[in-house]
């Protein structure tokens, strides 16, 4: 019986790490997204996580102040360590977790018994609070590194790319030039780069076939905005294609008639009527922009790729530590809430002592 009731909060320990393992591994997913794509999911996982992360220290803590030694909270904290490597299948970051979570539980549970051994009057709050607040400290640093770890090898897999979040924010706020604001020296004069096709639903970029072979002439025009002449071409090419005619048809020159943008032509030919669909000839301007400044922003921060996993893994600790600090606040709150309950039903019992204490008189 009497260890029935030092197993009592084990359970909630054991949700409560699972809480954490699975929020860990939404932000491990995508860190760079989650930390830099300014997304509200985003904000809403690291507060859960500081949430679960607080929890787990508070029902540890609990553990530990029943028990009052250190061989059951240590098998209660082996087995919860455990938790990672069954719920991630990242191989070398489930490692990282499970074994960073279980030294996380010895340091606090030390941390604890020297508490609970040393304190003249039992206060739940002063007391455990340093304990629990040091768990979840050393499981965000334990989380910090493997988001270290995951973006690191990202980088070296895959590359380095912004968020797309983050490039469309740039686009709203940004002030270099663009296609549809441009600088470049002799297209200044060009109405239909500078200007927006209203001919369509969706704004777009009309560039005259004219001012495309202007460009490619000029290349050199295409480095004040970090464009290679692959990367226009790309652009610019389903331009070309929709703008170059498919069949050859005699028409009268009274009989056809210009429809919008993206609408269908109906041309009169000698054998009657056909209607063939005209594709648009424009590109739409907030891809084209979006595309040009992921270009240039990725140039210009490529070669200081390799302080993006630092970074990172210092966004998620700071941010989950900072959510750790405001809940801890609420820690004492909820000690003196269980262990009033636990207190009315008879579960615990206090008892008062008298002890000589040695002053000192000057």
Known sequence: ????????????????????????????????????????????????????????????????????????????????????????????????????????????????????????????????????????????????????????????????????????????MSGVPTLSNPTIPGLDNLESVKGVSTTSDTPAIQISPEQIEFIKQNPQLLEQFHITPEQFNAIVSPQQTSSAPSTKTSTSSSAVKKQPTGSKTTTSTKSGTTNTPSTPTSIGESDAIKSLIKSQLNTAIKPYAFFLAPVVGFLVFSSITFGNYVLGYLVPLVLWIIFGILEKSGFVHFEKEMREVKKLVV
């Open 1 to 172: 019986m009497n260890l029935i009731k030092k197993l009592t909060f084990t359970p909630f320990l054991v949700i409560s790490m699972v809480a954490v393992v699975v929020f860990t591994n939404i932000l491990l997913q995508d860190p760079v997204n989650n930390m830099l794509g300014l997304q509200v999911s985003s904000f809403f996982t690291l507060l859960y996580l500081s949430i679960a992360l607080v929890a787990a220290g508070l029902f540890f803590a609990l553990i530990v102040t029943l028990c009052l030694s250190w061989e059951i909270p240590l098998f209660v904290a082996g087995v919860s360590s455990l938790i990672p490597l069954m719920m991630i299948q990242n191989s070398p970051v489930n490692f990282v977790l499970a074994g960073g979570f279980f030294l996380s539980f010895i340091l606090a549970l030390f941390t604890l018994l020297q508490k609970l051994k040393n304190y003249l009057t039992f206060q739940p709050g002063t007391i455990l609070r340093p304990g629990v607040g040091q768990l979840a400290f050393f499981m965000a640093v334990v989380i910090s590194i493997a988001s270290y770890q995951v973006v690191s090898e990202n980088i070296t897999k895959n590359g380095f790319s912004l968020p797309d979040q983050l490039i469309d924010a740039a686009v709203k």
